[in-house]
């Protein structure tokens, strides 16, 4: 049973810098803390050894322990002030998604428990409701009578008028080819004389309650789509409210304002406006996903920043969760001298053990080494608490074998208040495209399974025990910073999976080849999805999986383009950009069975590699050794293609062969699928490992395959993946130009 | 099909398509039914469980593999690398995984073979008696 969760505020620190490690003790039990070095993650029978070390700090001690919670649920505030109400209409377009899971929020001031102000919900009945109450006791609601649709636009409103007390709740269907009667009119007489004021916030996508010392929490949060909320000051006639779901509304309406929100405004953001005069501006919390299609989307255009007034919606989800948002258990600074490399704040209990993970790179404009390790943190966050395995019906067809889920996957399973990674699906189906690393983060730490950040423990551990110096260079530096990052070194070295690049790391590594640097890609499926980072939250990356690509899910039509840039999203292969023109190779194949090898081609033998097959025979199998699969040529594999932008020039010096079943092409390159896209049947799946020179005396050399890392420790490192890759090391780090 | 609508298809396709629906009730019209006289592929299962498996092993496979997610076996890792339990999934996340405490593996190969055994049942409705 996990009772120790743990993760750090940042991912990239130098010497002397600070780092916050947030801390939750399920059972309040004391914890240790250390900070430790990582060279190798892996704990697995025969694999590469766990291997880390203990840096001394004033923060290796004994801490008590608390249990912090997580509050889930995606939703908007806007604290006002607003003027005195005595008669009120909320309109909105909503389109839900899960009607009938129980009472949810959509917008109002409103609070619990004394049920106090003016609210629009959808009750246990799955229905629209409005309520109003004093404060005092004095509480009416209105219930629509109509079963909600899920996945259809409603124009709804309730209004209350204190004169008459009549309360009055409108919904309309907007479908026009569903022969549905979901048109409602209903009308009351309230016995609330008046509307209370609340202690809390107006609130949109949820319900608050109010705390003992003035502040309140979020509950019962509405997953669906909310568009054009309106607070009017008086009830209005239905041609009205028809008109106030436009902007501007007529001059006659214009006095009955009190807020309307354009959902429009600033979709990067993270604040909702409103185009009222009064300024009634909101915050969203827990990012639910902007830039989705709204009620009156025509099809007719895809990229929201061309038309906003058609991308109007919020899509909430009560799952959603950016940021833990936990206060700091441990606290440090990086030790002065401080080796660069992988590092975690290891915390522990009798029990349990959990690891805040995090990078350190050298002190401001140092270098230590001429060759970086690039870790791979934007992939590493898409990934982070993935539930693919236990969520997706296909998980065990692909793995060829049955589900395995460890304690980490069960705790993340029992409890959906952990979130979602960007493989997974919101409860309401729709898909999670944004990816946080502010939670506890289970599969970004060592002795978890070999794959994303444990994996790329294999790349540091050998190079440490060849004796190659290196540097960690992060993702998230080399998006913030550019080519600056990595311009100091000769080299730079992926870990086994870079599958995801934004545009500026993408410019990055581009301008960095062309100036004459070298880049070995020691792994497959790299540079596949376009991301984007948020312009001001840290730590949280947007992807949309757009047309095609090996997807888990499917971006809805219309919302390709991502909130946080408004960029195309997808894979960098359909934005016009393969990665075949970056490193020579480009994804072909999936599979998670079992690994193969490579054998050298007739390429090989130019002179230009000759530097790469020191030691390693012309007839050699590479790599049918390895801790993942068996082999080094396994799980996602990219190949050459001309047609894609591989170099002219461009060598492939080694291909594998004999998949198996469970090794398919992708999507991308099947187009019309037929039953021959396996290893066995179709000559397509393998990996090819390619070498070209670039321009200003640099070279690419690109592995082609996940697994290949994971062969590297085989033997004490005496192998022919060790021998090849270390061949390859020696030249990139030569100065002398290809 | 861009010629004709879907009423009046070309002769030519109207053709294949019969052939497809004829070859459809060969197979018991779909889905691909385990027969629960072969227990010879289980046995070729049993004696091999990490595959390459015979074309007709694999059909078994794939069909128990696309187990639906509510009580879906799955393993539950009780010691790390060294001890499986069996498990069913709920169906929904949030919902307790539903370990069966007393169904304990230490090697994966007998774990494999065990949900063989259940899904044999499952599926056929017989129990799966094989040496």
């Known amino acids: 049973v996990k009772t120790l969760f743990a993760y750090p505020d940042r991912v990239s620190v130098r010497p002397g810098e600070r780092l916050r490690v947030m801390v939750s003790s399920e059972d309040e039990s004391p914890f240790d803390a250390e900070l430790i070095r990582i060279r190798c993650g892996d704990s697995s029978p025969g694999g590469a050894g766990y291997k880390v070390e203990t840096v001394a700090s004033r923060a290796n001690r004994r801490y008590p322990g608390r249990r912090q919670a997580i509050a889930a649920g995606s939703h908007a505030l806007v604290p006002g002030p607003f003027p005195d109400l005595a008669s009120v209409t909320l309109q909105a377009f909503v389109m839900p998604t899960t009607p009938a899971k129980g009472w949810q929020g959509l917008l109002g001031w409103w609070s619990e428990p004394t049920e106090c102000g003016f609210g629009l919900f959808i009750d246990d009945h799955g229905e629209f409701l409005l309520a109003v109450g004093d404060g005092k006791g004095a509480v009416d609601v209105l219930r629509a009578g109509k079963p909600l649709l899920a996945r259809q636009w409603y124009l709804v409103s309730g209004g209350y008028d204190r004169e008459s007390r009549a309360l009055v709740l409108r919904q309309r269907l907007l479908s026009e080819h569903l ?206 608490d993935i539930q693919w395995g236990a969520q997706n019906q296909a998980a065990e067809m692909r793995m060829g074998s049955a589900t395995i889920l460890d304690p980490d996957d069960v705790t993340l399973y029992e409890h959906p208040e952990h979130g979602w990674s960007a493989y997974d699906l919101h409860r309401d189906g729709s898909p999670v495209v944004y990816a946080t690393r502010l ?89 596949y999805w376009r991301i984007a980072y948020h312009r001001e939250l840290p730590g949280v990356i947007e ?107 461009a060598l492939v010096v080694a291909r594998s062969e004999a998949h198996s079943y469970y090794y398919l092409l992708v999507p991308e390159e099947t187009l019309f699928h037929h039953p021959a896209i396996n290893g066995l049947e179709c000559d397509a799946v393998r990996a090819e490992m390619v070498f070209f020179e670039t321009p200003g005396g640099g070279a690419v050399f690109s592995t082609g395959s996940i697994a290949w890392a994971g062969s590297l420790a085989h033997q004490g490192y005496a192998n022919n993946v060790s021998r090849l890759t270390d061949n390859v090391v020696r030249r990139f780090l030569d100065p002398e130009p290809f | 099909v861009g010629a004709g609508n879907a009423a009046d298809p070309p002769v030519a396709f109207r053709a294949s398509l019969a052939g497809n629906w004829r070859r459809g009730r060969e197979w018991g019209g779909g889905m691909y039914t385990i027969d629960p006289k072969r227990t010879d592929l289980a046995l070729e299962f049993k004696r091999n469980v990490w595959g390459p498996h015979s074309a007709e092993l694999q059909r078994v496979l794939n069909r128990m593999r696309w187990e639906p997610l509510k009580g879906k076996f799955v393993l539950v890792c009780t010691k790390p690398h060294a001890e499986w339990k069996l498990a069913e999934l709920p169906g929904e996340r949030g919902k307790p995984v539903k370990v069966h405490e007393d169904v304990v593996f230490t090697d994966l190969e007998a774990a494999e073979w065990e949900i063989f055994k259940r899904r044999w049942k499952r599926i056929t409705g017989q129990d799966l008696k094989v040496d």
């Open chain 1, 543 to 649: 992807v949309r999986r757009a047309e095609t690509g090996a997807r888990y899910w499917a971006a809805e039509p219309g919302e390709y383009h991502m909130s946080f840039t408004g960029e195309l999203g997808g894979l960098w292969r359909r934005v016009g950009c393969p990665p075949n023109r970056l490193v020579g190779i480009g994804t072909v194949v999936t599979g998670f069975d079992r690994s193969s090898y490579y054998r050298r081609t007739e390429a090989s033998r130019d002179p230009r590699v000759a530097f790469m097959f020191e030691g390693i025979g012309a007839e050699e199998r590479i790599g049918d050794f390895g801790i993942l699969g068996g082999g080094a040529a396994g799980l996602e594999l990219d190949a050459a293609d001309p047609a894609l932008g591989t170099p002219p020039h």
């Open chain 1, 179 to 384: 022969r549905l009667d979901g048109d409602a009119h209903v009308t009351a007489t309230a016995g609330t004389a008046a509307l209370g004021r609340p202690a809390v916030p107006f609130s949109m996508a949820t319900i608050l309650t109010e705390g003992k010392d003035g502040g309140f929490t979020a509950g019962a949060h509405f997953n669906g789509r909310i568009e054009a909320p309106r607070l009017a000051n008086r009830t209005l006639a239905p041609e009205e409210i028809e008109a106030l779901a436009a902007w501007p509304p007529p001059p006659a309406l214009a006095p009955a304002v009190v807020a309307a929100w354009d959902f429009g405004i600033d979709i990067p953001g993270i604040r909702v406006h409103d185009r009222s005069p009064n300024g009634l501006h909101g915050t969203l919390v827990n990012l639910p996903t902007r830039a989705v299609t709204g009620h009156a989307w025509t099809g007719e255009v895809h990229d929201w920043r061309l038309a906003p007034e058609q991308y109007g919606a919020i899509h909430f989800h009560d799952d959603d969760l950016y940021d833990a948002g936990w206060e700091a258990s441990v606290e440090l600074t990086i030790p002065d001298g401080a080796r660069g490399g992988c590092y975690a704040v290891r915390v522990a209990n009798a029990g349990d053990e959990s690891f805040a993970t995090f990078f350190v790179r050298p002190p401001k404009g140092r270098t230590t080494a001429p060759l970086a390790f690039l870790a791979s943190t934007a992939t590493y966050t898409a990934y982070v």
């Open chain 1, 439 to 527: 939670r506890p983060c289970f599969n970004w730490a060592p002795k978890t399974g070999l794959w994303s950040f444990n994996a790329d423990t294999h790349v540091t551990d050998w190079l440490e025990a060849k004796g190659h110096a290196y540097d960690v260079v992060t993702d998230d530096d080399l998006h913030a910073e550019g080519l600056a990052a990595i311009a100091p070194y000769r080299a730079v070295v992926t870990g086994a999976h870079p599958e995801y690049w934004s545009t500026p790391m993408w410019r990055a590594m581009t301008a960095y080849l062309r100036r004459g640097g070298r880049l070995m890609y020691l792994g497959g499926n790299g540079f």
